[in-house]
């Protein structure tokens, strides 16, 4: 079955959303061989995946994943990059997450530990001893409690280790990489999406608002971060109230000093966690702050807090000035995590 497919596909040809199931089935189930999955994934990216199979895909990872359903005062969102940028910055979005929670928000962190990064988010919870398989009913009681939990894809998402393998092989992006973000295990509907490519900032809304999604941001810099950025012009795509608009956002107007890449890159994960924890504490360099407080500003619009990033911005800065992003996270990782390892940090 799956031979056929994987030839199909490298004559350029479509595979029908009922097709693609059926071969995800085979693949998440183990039932496919590490060469087929292979064979399989080289021919669909070469050829570029069509919104149909793509569609087919993410549903058939939401069907074999756990699901859990959080309640919250207000709205629930995720906050998460596609990866595979290779920009070697730190881990923007986890600081934003907590620093949108600070401000007022509510955030289901899903995601994993980093492949071609310094350090992804399950990285940094797992340093500061969150148990990253901590059961889903367990996550659901954090989020509940602090407005902010991890579920880590590994988790939730057990039989995409049927899948990893193949992904090593191959050693290059795959729709897994842009599928991660979008199977969010507490069922999102509002969320914020740094892609890897402007090709796919229209189809991830367009995926996501075929799934039920409400308010979701697609954003990537000019100079390629999967992230709103200070260090260029960031195109946006914005679904609100079932329209779809297009922006670009020019940091420098909104007051934000314009910074160099290399002022917010790391290079080794022990630095990631240094600056990871500056940025909440408010010590860290100015444009590390500035870019965390932007993604964190996009949050608050994703989840109906502002209306606009200048509003927003001045909510997401006072988050982190006035020491409650900080504050938040320790106590969150005094409840779920090891004290002791932000006692080293303040030691210094």
């Given at each position: 079955m799956i031979s056929e497919i994987t030839a199909k596909l490298s004559h350029n040809k479509n595979i029908s959303y009922d097709e693609m199931g059926n071969t995800m089935d085979l693949i998440l189930e183990g039932r496919s061989s590490i060469p087929e999955t292979v064979e399989f994934l080289k021919n669909l990216t070469e050829k570029g995946e069509s919104d149909e199979e793509l569609l087919a895909m993410l549903d058939k990872i939401q069907?074999?994943?756990?699901?859990?359903?959080?309640?919250?005062?207000?709205?629930?969102?995720?906050?998460?990059?596609?990866?595979?940028?290779?920009?070697?910055?730190?881990?923007?979005?986890?600081?934003?997450?907590?620093?949108?929670?600070?401000?007022?928000?509510?955030?289901?962190?899903?995601?994993?530990?980093?492949?071609?990064?310094?350090?992804?988010?399950?990285?940094?919870?797992?340093?500061?001893?969150?148990?990253l398989n901590t059961e889903p009913y367990k996550v659901k009681e954090i989020i509940e409690?602090?407005?902010?939990?991890?579920?880590?894809?590994?988790?939730?998402?057990?039989?995409?280790?049927?899948?990893?393998?193949?992904?090593?092989?191959?050693?290059?992006?795959?729709?897994?990489?842009?599928?991660?973000?979008?199977?969010n295990p507490a069922g999102v509907k509002d969320q914020l999406v740094g892609v890897f490519s402007t090709d796919y900032l229209l189809r991830v809304i367009t995926l996501l608002k075929s799934r039920g999604a409400e308010n979701v941001m697609t954003v990537i810099s000019d100079d390629g971060l999967d992230e709103l950025s200070t260090t260029s012009k960031n195109q946006i795509y914005h679904l609100k109230n079932n329209k779809i608009n297009k922006l670009v956002l020019e940091p420098t107007e909104l007051g934000l000093a314009r910074a160099n890449l290399r002022d917010i890159q790391v290079t080794t994960k022990e630095e990631a966690i240094k600056v990871f924890i500056s940025v909440l504490q408010g010590t860290a360099k100015r444009s590390m702050i500035d870019i965390t407080a932007l993604n964190a500003a996009a949050g608050l619009i994703v989840s109906g807090l502002s209306d606009t990033f200048d509003e927003a911005l001045q909510i997401t800065i006072d988050a982190i000035t006035s020491g409650k992003s900080y504050e938040l996270f320790k106590n969150f990782i005094k409840y779920c995590g090891d004290m002791s390892k932000i006692e080293e940090f303040e030691k210094i």
């Amino acid at each position: 079955m799956i031979s056929e497919i994987t030839a199909k596909l490298s004559h350029n040809k479509n595979i029908s959303y009922d097709e693609m199931g059926n071969t995800m089935d085979l693949i998440l189930e183990g039932r496919s061989s590490i060469p087929e999955t292979v064979e399989f994934l080289k021919n669909l990216t070469e050829k570029g995946e069509s919104d149909e199979e793509l569609l087919a895909m993410l549903d058939k990872i939401q069907e074999h994943g756990i699901h859990i359903v959080p309640k919250c005062q207000g709205k629930i969102i995720d906050v998460c990059g596609t990866g595979g940028d290779k920009m070697r910055t730190f881990n923007i979005s986890t600081a934003a997450a907590f620093v949108i929670v600070a401000s007022g928000g509510n955030v289901a962190k899903h995601g994993n530990k980093s492949v071609s990064g310094v350090s992804g988010s399950a990285d940094i919870f797992e340093y500061f001893g969150y148990d990253l398989n901590t059961e889903p009913y367990k996550v659901k009681e954090i989020i509940e409690k602090f407005g902010i939990g991890f579920m880590f894809a590994q988790k939730f998402h057990p039989t995409m280790k049927n899948v990893a393998e193949a992904r090593k092989i191959l050693g290059t992006r795959t729709a897994f990489n842009l599928l991660g973000p979008l199977s969010n295990p507490a069922g999102v509907k509002d969320q914020l999406v740094g892609v890897f490519s402007t090709d796919y900032l229209l189809r991830v809304i367009t995926l996501l608002k075929s799934r039920g999604a409400e308010n979701v941001m697609t954003v990537i810099s000019d100079d390629g971060l999967d992230e709103l950025s200070t260090t260029s012009k960031n195109q946006i795509y914005h679904l609100k109230n079932n329209k779809i608009n297009k922006l670009v956002l020019e940091p420098t107007e909104l007051g934000l000093a314009r910074a160099n890449l290399r002022d917010i890159q790391v290079t080794t994960k022990e630095e990631a966690i240094k600056v990871f924890i500056s940025v909440l504490q408010g010590t860290a360099k100015r444009s590390m702050i500035d870019i965390t407080a932007l993604n964190a500003a996009a949050g608050l619009i994703v989840s109906g807090l502002s209306d606009t990033f200048d509003e927003a911005l001045q909510i997401t800065i006072d988050a982190i000035t006035s020491g409650k992003s900080y504050e938040l996270f320790k106590n969150f990782i005094k409840y779920c995590g090891d004290m002791s390892k932000i006692e080293e940090f303040e030691k210094i």
